[in-house]
């Protein structure tokens, strides 16, 4: 034996995942993303619009400004935090029955900000979900490329 795994096999799957921007078959959900502070154990349609009402505050804390809603009797401190330029939110959907791979995903909305609920706190710059965006531009910069200007300005003599 030569250490292969003789009689196995690994089977891969193709997923395919079709990201479209700007198409008049997908909605523009910018302003109505919320990342809610549950678990909603239902996906099908509901008038979310006619309970959920959000409405602003005069207040502000880390230069985010509060928004203020109920959901099942609780009151939600909330912000609205843009997604950095060049970054899109996704809402994806399988695509129909009749395509011939069923791991097929598609884009059926899209969304430009998102806003962060909080139950008990007022949102700030401490919460994990805004902290989160400041990956964005550490990824931006380690995956820049470096030229050798850059290194001869950082080396130590």
Request: charged share 30%; glycine share 8%; aromatic share 8%.
């Amino acid at each position: 034996m030569d250490g292969g795994d003789e009689g196995s096999s690994v089977t891969a799957s193709h997923k395919t995942v079709e990201l479209i921007r700007d198409s008049a078959a997908v909605v523009d959900l910018t302003g109505k993303v919320h990342q809610l502070p549950c678990c909603i154990k239902y996906d099908g349609p509901t008038s979310v619009s006619d309970y959920f009402k959000p409405k602003s505050t005069d207040m502000e804390v880390d230069g985010l400004k509060v928004e203020e809603a109920h959901f099942r009797g609780r009151k939600l401190h909330g912000t609205t935090i843009a997604l950095p330029e060049g970054y899109s939110g996704f809402i994806l959907g399988k695509k129909s029955p009749e395509e011939k791979n069923p791991d097929c995903w598609e884009t059926r909305a899209t969304s430009r900000n998102v806003t962060v609920w909080n139950h008990d706190d007022v949102p700030s710059k401490d919460d994990a979900f805004v902290r989160a965006f400041h990956w964005f531009a550490v990824s931006k910069t380690l995956h820049q490329t470096v030229t050798a200007e850059d290194l001869e300005s950082t080396c130590i003599d």
